[in-house]
């Protein structure tokens, strides 16, 4: 067998192993820093292959010991393998900026472990075929950021107690998520017999051509909209993503907010699009209005902050009710559309993340009033901390107006004329609030002297490589977006049509 | 009856736990979760047990001669596995729901570990533990 059937479970196992290696390695922070530096650029050269082998030759599927549909499989399609590369690209990026903002005390000991976790717990999320293994990856990640998120930076701009609550908040949700997980995988094995997700798939799709199938299989379905609601923070479950992506250091923060949330999106992709796909008559409204409330509470609550990180947190949550609404609208024009959005705002927002770090270093306040006439001192920042504002506002050469052009063609196109009209209302609010902070960051006046006794931090050139190079990406995303566009009508079409998917995982023997 | 009695210890459980989870001391909170995650390894291990005493060890190839049984898709014909014939008797208590309910039990351990760990970093910054002095930060 070559090594290419064999990325998906070297992108899954490569991260474990590192974790236990960096744990023993603790005396040696130099050798830790470069191993780490070196496998993440592997995993990352390791994803773009996967991407192109299963661009080229259809969907991948690894057995992890023959044991066919009985045992766990991984799945690497176009959706999950892009989604790979993009959590690969920022946990890079955020690698290479941590080494200069973390602490030493806490870069040292078990922040190389927790995020190589980090990244094994996304890489399983997104590859795996087995609804119950989903739950394990899902459990990682929960604990390996809920440790990543008390860890500290550099300077110390979050209090201590401020981490302790918000990773309190995070982690009783998202146990209570997890609970409601396991009833729903109980619930649906009960039903099905199976875990294997492309088998729950045929045996709904046969129950519900039969006529025999029973009325709780939308119970089940509404459960895992509420656990992915909860890790993608719909709206009635939003109010923790506001005290935990500003509280945890900033890379964390661009890990959490760039792809984390991404999760959510991608499970109820995977699950309704393949597993509910006979159900979705029912979700699809109540998908389409949670993803208005969100936008529309995310954006209100954006305008009136003050902190940075706070900002762009809410302006996650407003952002992540546009993804959600091209799940909703659910035509192939607007599943692509989603994707399309999904990565630009994955990119942008954990570059503006990785800038907000840099700039509370150079001010020494997390306070936007408090800064100001930074575009002197910090021009770099500024640039492309405008680059970023426009991108999440959707102004034209960025890669966000390419996302939201198409997310509202395709909601005129399907005819969710009211839907769209409010979207596009709240879209100017993004215009707003990103030139408020943008404004009262680089703009006017410098504010105060307070800081001024203290030598301003500039920002390293490990730290400045992560931002310029996804700068970079934004831009390219905006000006050349076929590729991507290409891409996503293609898992667009996966998606609606699982039956290549289906027929890929079930044509394996039992040994 | 058996069935029943089962029933009525989960609901009993998540009742428990529901009610522990909403006071107000965060050990409370605690214990409240780690009785809400045994309910639900009580309602996992429910899904998979039927009156059987045997060991559950499959013997033979991909269909089982004596018995009847597919464990093989085959697409072409519209068979999906497993097939259990009607004749043959479920002797066997589903094995697989009971890794699920290990895997479950270590994670909520896990979990739980970390989270007391958590809560006692809370006591030593407050000086409490009633949840409702956790103010600092409004959502």
């Not at chain 1, 990119?347 to 770090?357: D, N, P, Q």
């Not at chain 1, 009033?369 to 034209?396: D, N």
């Amino acid at each position: 067998m070559y090594i290419s059937n064999h990325i998906p479970i070297i992108l899954i196992v490569l991260p474990i192993v590192l974790s236990t290696i960096t744990v023993i390695l603790r005396t040696m922070p130099s050798f830790q820093k470069g191993i780490n530096l070196f496998a993440s650029l592997i995993l990352f050269a390791l994803s773009i292959v996967l991407l192109f082998n299963v661009w080229n030759n259809g969907i991948l599927v690894y057995e992890v010991g023959e044991w066919g549909k009985y045992g766990i499989i991984l799945v690497a399609d176009l959706l999950s393998s892009g989604l790979v590369v993009v959590s690969s690209l920022v946990s890079l990026m955020a690698l290479i900026y941590s080494l200069d903002y973390m602490d030493s005390r806490a870069l040292n000991t078990t922040y190389y472990a927790l995020f190589n976790l980090l990244v094994a717990g996304l890489n399983g999320t997104f590859l795996t075929g087995d609804i119950f293994n989903m739950f394990v990856f899902f459990e990682i990640l929960l604990l390996s950021s809920c440790g990543l998120v008390v860890a500290s930076g550099k300077g110390g701009f979050t209090k201590i107690p401020d981490k302790m609550e918000a990773a309190f908040k995070y982690l009783m949700l998202n146990m209570l998520g997890s609970i409601v997980m396991l009833i729903a995988i109980a619930a649906l094995y009960a039903t099905v017999g199976t875990l294997n997700m492309a088998d729950i798939a045929v045996k709904i799709e046969t129950l519900n051509a039969a006529g025999t199938m029973p009325w709780h299989i939308y119970v089940i379905a509404l459960l895992f909209i509420v656990v992915f609601g909860n890790k993608a923070a719909i709206f009635p479950l939003h109010y923790w993503l506001p005290d935990v992506h500003p509280s945890a250091p900033s890379p964390i923060s661009a890990m959490l907010s760039g792809i984390m949330i991404k999760v959510g999106v991608y499970g109820i992709l995977r699950v309704c699009y393949l597993i509910f796909h006979d159900a979705m008559f029912i979700l699809q409204p109540i998908i389409i209005i949670l993803a208005l409330l969100t936008i529309i509470i995310g954006a209100i609550s954006a305008i009136g902050q003050n902190d940075v990180k706070r900002l762009l947190a809410y302006s996650s949550i407003s952002q992540i009710g546009y993804v959600i609404l091209g799940v909703g609208m659910g035509t192939a024009y607007a599943l692509a559309a989603t994707f399309v959005y999904l990565v630009n705002h994955a990119v942008a927002k954990s570059m503006l993340f990785l800038t907000a770090g840099g700039i509370i270093h150079h001010a020494r306040t997390r306070d936007m009033r408090k800064m100001g006439g930074m575009v002197k001192t910090a021009p770099l920042m500024s640039g492309i901390f405008l680059i970023g504002s426009m991108s999440i506002a959707g102004l034209p050469p960025m890669g966000g107006f390419i996302a939201k052009f198409v997310l509202f063609d395709a909601g005129l196109l399907g005819e969710y004329y009211i839907p769209i009209i409010i979207a596009l209302l709240f879209a100017i609010l993004t215009l707003f609030y990103m030139f408020r902070a943008w404004l009262l960051m680089f703009w006017g006046e410098k504010a105060t002297d307070e800081y001024g006794d203290y030598h301003t931090h500039t920002v390293s050139t490990r730290m400045a490589i992560p931002m310029v190079i996804l700068a970079g990406i934004v831009l390219i995303l905006g000006i050349y977006p076929e590729p991507l566009m290409a891409l996503s009508t293609s898992i667009a079409n996966e998606l609606l049509d699982p039956q290549p998917y289906i027929t890929a995982v079930l044509e394996r023997s039992v040994r | 009856m058996n069935n029943t009695l089962l029933s009525i210890t989960i609901a009993l459980l998540f009742g428990i736990g529901t009610f522990l989870i909403l006071r107000k001391d965060l050990i409370k909170v605690v214990i409240g979760l780690s009785i809400l995650s045994h309910a639900v390894n009580l309602l996992i291990v429910s899904t998979g047990l039927f009156n059987g005493e045997k060991v559950p060890i499959i013997t033979g190839e991909h269909i089982e001669p004596s018995s009847g049984t597919i464990f093989t898709d085959d697409l072409a014909n519209s068979i999906l596995a497993p097939i259990v014939p009607e004749s043959a008797e479920m002797i066997y208590v589903d094995p697989l729901v009971q890794a699920l309910v290990l895997t479950a039990i270590v994670i909520s351990l896990a979990t739980t570990a970390f989270i007391l760990i958590l809560i006692y970093r809370i006591y030593e910054e407050y000086g409490t533990t009633d949840i409702s002095k956790l103010r600092r930060l409004w959502g």
